[in-house]
């Protein structure tokens, strides 16, 4: 047998595992690395954030990503290059976190590298006969595994889409193993670049469990600051509190064919992006409008479509506990008009489970790097979206 073959089956068979989680959203705001201790698999999953970091991204890389990200025309030889400079750079990251940390390589059984998203076509959106969903994350995992030392898992979201998923949202695999709770429904709420959630129901049955995208959380605003005032974001809303609601402008956001289209549903930038927000300013006569006023306005956009979507599937007098993770949790606004359009629910965060919000995508990629090592497909049932499946390529470092 392949030494390394040997090695995988060993660390596969061991009580507890070391993995390090990745994660780099659509916010490209640096890389998320969550060194977690994982005992059992499936319900008797166990799981413990020993260290956590995000480690930065120089506005150099940042601005090549942006170079190939959510565009129909790209550089292809780019594409090419910065499918191996990023996995560099992730091991990079991770290679420094470790010394931080004061491990070895040798101390991490696996790495599971969720990649970074350059393209997101779900059907719904390319609406090309003949041509199923797609998606698109590179940082390739060889390079990861080789750079590093460390057996890497990477590239998920490709056999959700080759089991009939659309190749998200991915978190209602780990939220189900490690956040579900017997009585109580709950709604595992993930405001990052595009807001989705997972139900669990109270039952514990897979078969009920429900998750989507519902529309933008942070990426229009993160797009609209970033060329207006020179910000990466609207830190502590500052901007959006400055400015008022324009429900014109709203109205026009609103107007599209996404909202009315059946759960579960995915999106990206792809969609929704500056373009779209100038469509709507335009059709609204509101293209000289205070850029304050459009900052508000967006933030009340991402919570009326994260607030319908939870009103389309619990009523108008939705009564859940949602336990909020990514970076729009720490948006002022965003929560509080969460809160008021939602005054029979209740809001928490991930930490009220123990887990830090920040490292929640990352353990969650750990999670489903895991089961595809020591657990089985969990079942699902006939859930549309969410395929009875185990994710995640394996490379080997030699």
Excluded at 93 to 100: G, Y
Aim: overall charge negative.
């Amino acid at each position: 047998m392949n030494q390394q073959i040997e090695k995988l089956y060993s660390k596969a068979n061991k009580n507890e595992r070391l993995i390090i989680g990745l994660m780099s959203g659509t916010s490209m705001d640096g890389l998320d690395i969550a060194l977690c201790k994982v005992k059992g698999s499936g319900a008797e999953t166990a799981i413990e954030i020993l260290e956590f970091k995000t480690g930065d991204f120089s506005d150099d890389f940042r601005t090549k990503i942006k170079a190939v990200f959510s565009k129909r025309e790209v550089d292809l030889q780019l594409v090419c290059l910065m499918n191996e400079h990023i996995a560099n750079v992730h091991a990079e990251l991770i290679n420094q976190a470790l010394t931080e940390w004061g491990y070895k390589a040798e101390d991490i059984d696996f790495i599971a590298s969720h990649g970074q998203t350059i393209f997101h076509a779900p059907e719904s959106l390319h609406k090309l006969k003949d041509y199923p969903n797609g998606t698109l994350q590179i940082g390739d995992g060889d390079h990861i595994a080789v750079k590093t030392g460390i057996i890497t898992l990477s590239d998920f979201r490709q056999k959700h889409l080759a089991s009939g998923g659309e190749g998200a949202p991915l978190a209602v695999y780990g939220d189900y193993l490690i956040f579900s709770k017997k009585d109580e429904d709950r709604v595992m709420l993930n405001i990052g670049g595009i807001a989705n959630f997972t139900y669990l129901p109270g039952t514990l049955n897979a078969n009920e469990i429900f998750s989507t995208d519902v529309g933008p959380g942070n990426t229009l605003m993160d797009q609209y600051v970033q060329r207006y005032f020179n910000k990466f974001y609207d830190k502590n809303a500052e901007i959006a509190l400055s400015g008022s609601l324009n429900n014109a402008l709203l109205l026009a956001l609103l107007d599209c064919d996404f909202f009315e289209s059946n759960f579960p549903k995915t999106t990206g930038p792809e969609l929704f992006n500056l373009d779209y927000l100038e469509k709507a300013q335009k059709s609204s006569s509101t293209e000289d409008i205070k850029k304050e006023d459009v900052m508000a306005t967006l933030c009340h956009f991402s919570a009326d479509t994260i607030v319908a979507a939870i009103e389309k599937c619990f009523g108008s007098n939705a009564s859940v506990h949602v336990f909020m993770s990514g970076g729009g949790m720490h948006n002022p606004l965003l929560v509080d008009l969460l809160k008021t359009k939602l005054p029979e629910s209740f809001f928490l965060t991930t930490n009220d489970l123990n887990i830090n919000p920040d490292a929640k995508e990352a353990v969650l990629f750990a999670v489903l790097a895991n089961e595809t090592l020591c657990g089985c497909p969990i079942n699902f049932g006939e859930r549309q979206g969410v395929p009875s499946i185990c994710m995640g390529k394996i490379s080997l470092p030699e």
